[in-house]
């Protein structure tokens, strides 16, 4: 395989493309949050943008042909993305400064526990209705 080539899997995630009512606001608060968790800017055209991770890049557009302006993470349809996190400390830190990028914490009442009491995460809305779960690595017995 070439320098800079990764193995491709058959079955493996591609792309996500997510269509948004607001470009700008999406690039503040996803860029943010991607650029945390490791991905880097990979397209950018008047209409969108995206970022990549290994193989596989995610896409916020605010499309022409979009019907409507709200997203409802409750109808059905996408509910959330999850992405792996890295420690509990990395999630705290996150959850932390997410606030001053666009997103606010979801369960907070049960905050970090929201999936029950053997997982470590954080779930994230932004103030477009998206939903991100940050999810940590935590040592299995």
């Known amino acids: 395989m070439g320098a800079g080539r990764q193995a491709l899997s058959t079955g493996g995630l591609h792309h996500v493309e997510v269509w948004v009512p607001d470009l700008a606001a999406a690039k503040r608060s996803w860029g943010w949050l991607l650029g945390e968790l490791g991905w880097t800017p990979y397209q950018d055209w008047p209409a969108g943008c995206s970022w990549r991770h290994g193989p596989t890049y995610l896409v916020v557009e605010q499309s022409p042909a979009l019907t409507g302006r709200v997203h409802d993470r409750l109808a059905p349809g996408l509910n959330h993305l999850a992405f792996h ?15 001053a990028h666009g997103w606010e914490l979801l369960f907070a009442d049960r905050h970090p526990h929201a999936g029950g009491p053997d997982s470590y995460a954080a779930y994230l809305t932004d103030r477009q209705g998206y939903e991100v ?9």
């Open 85 to 99: 996190a890295g420690p509990p400390q990395a999630v705290d830190r996150l959850v932390a400064a997410a606030g």
């Open 133 to 141: 779960e940050l999810v940590a690595a935590v040592a299995t017995p």
